[in-house]
């Protein structure tokens, strides 16, 4: 009987050893096929993930940004060509305007000279007479509107409850608006009766009327009903403008009638 289990414990140790061997054959066989020299360090590993995560993400911000700036950037454009199309049209009537006007004062200076022809429409000389006179600097042509931009110094000078939160730029894009208002008007004051619509003679007669007063005569001007945009709007911001710029000399204002008269002021 202990023979019996002298033998088995024999057998169990043999067994032991060689599973012990194999398990030793098998790390062996691992090491050659990885050597220690060729497996990075992890720590760096997780540095260098670190480090790309870090570009992605500055990457995403700087994405995220320029994504935001677009619909701004589409606003200045819309502005600036708003903002052209304004002159272009100013300078184009201008142009046009200039001639016919000289045209016109030759014809009442010599009208009495001219021989009638089978082209002169009846009635011709009565339809002169139903327009008003045009102003004595009409004569001379016309002058553009002042644009008197106000600068960073004069903005800066303002009490801050005047000044609010008001931005040169949105201040001096108003002042664009008010010079095209005058603009406006001062086609209306020089454009004759057969090149103005039914609707629109009706309101020429009027700022006809407003532009002979003693006030406002030789000034350009815009009335308050006039203020549409799209600078300047007559909401409070609008209103905190309109004072800014009356305070810095920019404007005048007058009444005429129901009206209220603003006159662009030039510089010094």
Same mark, same amino acid.
């Given at each position: 009987?202990?023979?019996?289990?002298?033998?088995?414990?024999?057998?169990?140790? =043999?067994?032991?050893?060689?599973?012990? =061997?194999?398990?030793?054959?098998?790390?062996?066989?691992?090491?050659?096929?990885?050597?220690?020299?060729?497996?990075?360090?992890?720590?760096?590993?997780?540095?260098? +993930?670190?480090?790309?995560?870090?570009?992605?993400?500055?990457?995403?911000?700087?994405?995220?940004?320029?994504?935001?700036?677009?619909?701004?950037?589409?606003?200045?454009?819309?502005?600036?060509?708003?903002?052209?199309?304004? +002159?272009?049209?100013?300078?184009?009537?201008?142009?046009?305007?200039?001639?016919?006007?000289?045209?016109?004062?030759?014809?009442?200076?010599?009208?009495?000279?001219?021989?009638? &022809? /089978?082209?002169?429409?009846?009635?011709? &000389?009565?339809?002169?007479?139903?327009?008003?006179?045009?102003?004595?600097?009409?004569?001379?042509?016309?002058?553009? /509107?002042? +644009?008197?931009?106000?600068?960073?110094?004069?903005?800066?000078?303002?009490?801050?409850?005047?000044?609010?939160?008001?931005?040169?730029?949105?201040?001096?894009?108003?002042?664009?608006?008010?010079?095209?208002?005058?603009?406006?008007?001062?086609?209306?004051?020089?454009?004759?009766?057969?090149?103005?619509?039914?609707?629109?003679?009706?309101?020429?007669?009027?700022?006809?009327?407003?532009?002979?007063?003693?006030?406002?005569?030789?000034?350009?001007?815009?009335?308050?009903?006039?203020?549409? &945009?799209?600078?300047?709007?007559?909401?409070?911001? &609008?209103?905190?403008?309109?004072?800014?710029?009356?305070? +810095?000399?920019?404007?005048?204002?007058?009444?005429?009638?129901?009206?209220?008269? =603003?006159?662009?002021?030039? /510089?010094?």
């Amino acid at each position: 009987m202990a023979a019996d289990q002298a033998s088995s414990s024999l057998d169990s140790l =043999i067994s032991s050893f060689n599973t012990r =061997i194999a398990e030793l054959q098998e790390l062996v066989i691992g090491r050659n096929m990885y050597p220690a020299s060729s497996i990075a360090d992890l720590s760096a590993v997780d540095t260098s +993930l670190k480090a790309m995560e870090l570009q992605v993400q500055s990457i995403k911000d700087r994405l995220r940004e320029e994504t935001e700036a677009i619909p701004k950037a589409k606003k200045l454009i819309q502005a600036s060509l708003r903002q052209q199309k304004k +002159l272009q049209s100013m300078s184009l009537h201008i142009t046009s305007c200039l001639p016919e006007r000289t045209i016109s004062v030759n014809f009442d200076a010599n009208k009495s000279f001219l021989p009638e &022809g /089978p082209n002169q429409q009846p009635g011709f &000389g009565s339809k002169i007479e139903e327009e008003p006179a045009p102003l004595p600097k009409e004569k001379k042509g016309r002058a553009s /509107p002042p +644009l008197w931009y106000i600068t960073v110094n004069e903005l800066d000078s303002l009490p801050s409850y005047m000044r609010g939160r008001l931005t040169l730029d949105k201040v001096n894009a108003a002042i664009s608006d008010m010079a095209a208002y005058a603009e406006a008007n001062a086609q209306l004051i020089g454009a004759s009766k057969k090149k103005l619509a039914e609707n629109l003679w009706e309101r020429a007669l009027e700022i006809r009327d407003i532009a002979m007063t003693e006030l406002v005569k030789g000034k350009h001007f815009f009335l308050e009903t006039d203020i549409k &945009g799209p600078s300047l709007k007559l909401d409070n911001t &609008g209103k905190s403008i309109l004072t800014v710029v009356r305070h +810095l000399g920019r404007i005048s204002e007058t009444r005429v009638g129901h009206n209220r008269v =603003i006159i662009l002021l030039k /510089p010094h």
